[in-house]
């Protein structure tokens, strides 16, 4: 059965989307089968792996409009597989607030899935929104990316507060698989002093590796690709490596 990962950050612009097809990817390159779940009505991370948005979709699987199986596209690495979004997962956040069991609708529609994957990893919006509460409570852990600056640690007191009611109703299973923080820029004193703050009082929970800033991580999703076919070489993509050996190693 896979283990279901997802990536939360009410916070927008934190690399959410970039750190889970990069972990993705590199799952999917240690010779695991992988599934990237986009459920961000942005679509982004359907772009970022150059799989098509057009139905079915995200939606078409929540609403029983088409099966699981035929939902999956196939990206360019061999044992990596994404379920896509378009805009029309936006209307499924007002259709599923007067549906009963409104927060089980993913995890019900991935059940048939889970015996063909070994990960799935699911990509929600920056909100704490209905859909936000579906990756929750259809994931094992949650993996939270966090920006090296100080309205990111009030963010995370936040965001830690949502996965304990989440734990306590919808999901007592779930846990925090980690924090990892993004766009690291080692010659700022503010971000020295956030990841110290934060290693000091989350401990264990923090990975180890650090994403710094990589200009060729921001170009990598307009070219419908994750960084370990843009540019294997560049810093970015050597610190998402290290961090989905991490992930893979945790568990």
Not at 44 to 55: E, F, L, P, T
Not at 69 to 98: C, F, Y
Not at 106 to 116: I, Q
């Amino acid at each position: 059965m896979a283990k279901t990962f997802v990536f939360v950050n009410q916070k927008g612009g934190v690399g959410k989307t970039t750190s889970a097809i990069n972990i993705g990817a590199y799952i999917a390159l240690a010779g695991k089968k992988v599934l990237l779940v986009d459920f961000d009505s942005q679509g982004n991370m359907s772009s970022g792996v150059g799989v098509s948005k057009d139905k079915p979709t995200v939606y078409e699987l929540l609403s029983g409009e088409s099966e699981p199986q035929d939902t999956i596209k196939h990206t360019m690495i061999k044992t990596l597989d994404a379920i896509s979004a378009s805009i029309d997962l936006s209307g499924a956040a007002i259709e599923l607030v007067d549906q009963d069991k409104r927060e089980y609708f993913l995890r019900d529609a991935l059940e048939p899935l889970k015996d063909k994957y070994d990960y799935i990893l699911i990509d929600c919006p920056p909100s704490l929104g209905i859909l936000t509460l579906n990756g929750l409570a259809a994931a094992d852990a949650v993996l939270v990316p966090m920006q090296c600056e100080y309205f990111a640690l009030e963010g995370i007191t936040l965001l830690l507060q949502t996965v304990k009611k989440v734990q306590k109703s919808i999901n007592p299973n779930l846990v925090i698989g980690g924090i990892f923080f993004t766009m690291y820029d080692s010659r700022t004193r503010l971000a020295q002093d956030v990841v110290l703050q934060v290693k000091s009082y989350f401990k264990d929970v923090v990975f180890n590796t650090i994403i710094p800033r990589n200009v060729r991580l921001s170009e990598a999703p307009s070219h419908g690709l994750p960084i370990c076919k843009y540019d294997p070489e560049c810093a970015g993509a050597k610190s998402y490596e290290k961090l989905a050996g991490e992930v893979i190693s945790r568990g």
